[in-house]
């Protein structure tokens, strides 16, 4: 028996799935977040039968995963015998690929093992292992990267569009669009004052000379 709150639940993941597939321009800076935070389905490196998940962190995880590689060093500064801005640089890689990897729960067909939240697979991977997995997390994090300048680009576009017709409507997107929308947003909106003054400018420039 289907509970309300099942359904409510299950109403709810399904308008997600469409706000993110089919952002408005309304949802399109809140869309882009829950995309950005949406682990993908790539291939393990060096064994492309196996199937892994990976996201790209917020800039509050990149932060405390140096904080923890940071707090590993100072733990065992005594075992650290190697250069200490290797290591941890080193350490920032494995907090980084176990937050982006190994926390996350496998899907049908994936090697579980991988990514046991209470194990310490981490510490079982070899040096090339995980740099591999480094490597394919910048991957995903630059194609996010440009996925997100494009969308920004469009929100930024459309702020202008709707701006023109719709002064209310401009106030609501400004509010749910996203940082790097706005800056974009506000770069346009400069370049275009720019344009319409520059007359003027070259005038005054002319004068002064």
């Not at 917020?58 to 500064?77: F, G, I």
Request: charged share 35%.
């Amino acid at each position: 028996m289907t509970t309300t709150t099942e359904t409510a639940s299950s109403e709810a993941g399904t308008k997600t799935e469409e706000l993110r597939d089919n952002p408005t321009w309304l949802d399109v800076g809140p869309g882009f977040r829950r995309k950005t935070f949406t682990p993908r389905v790539v291939a393990f490196p060096g064994d492309a039968r196996v199937r892994i998940r990976v996201r790209v962190l917020s800039e509050h995880e990149l932060d405390l995963a140096r904080v923890r590689a940071l707090e590993h060093c100072v733990k065992h500064r005594v075992d650290i015998v190697a250069d200490e801005r290797a290591v941890f640089e080193r350490e920032v890689k494995r907090q980084i690929v176990w937050w982006a990897f190994l926390s996350e729960k496998p899907v049908e067909g994936e090697e579980a093992r991988f990514f046991a939240k209470q194990s310490d697979v981490r510490d079982d991977l070899d040096r090339n292992t995980l740099d591999d997995l480094f490597d394919l997390y910048l991957d995903v994090q630059a194609e996010v990267t440009l996925s997100q300048r494009t969308l920004a680009a469009e929100v930024a576009d459309k702020a202008i569009a709707v701006g023109r017709k719709d002064p209310a409507g401009f106030e609501v997107l400004l509010a749910s669009a996203d940082a790097s929308s706005l800056r974009v947003l506000a770069k346009r909106l400069l370049a275009r004052l720019g344009e319409r003054s520059g007359g003027d400018d070259a005038t005054d420039e002319e004068a002064e000379g």
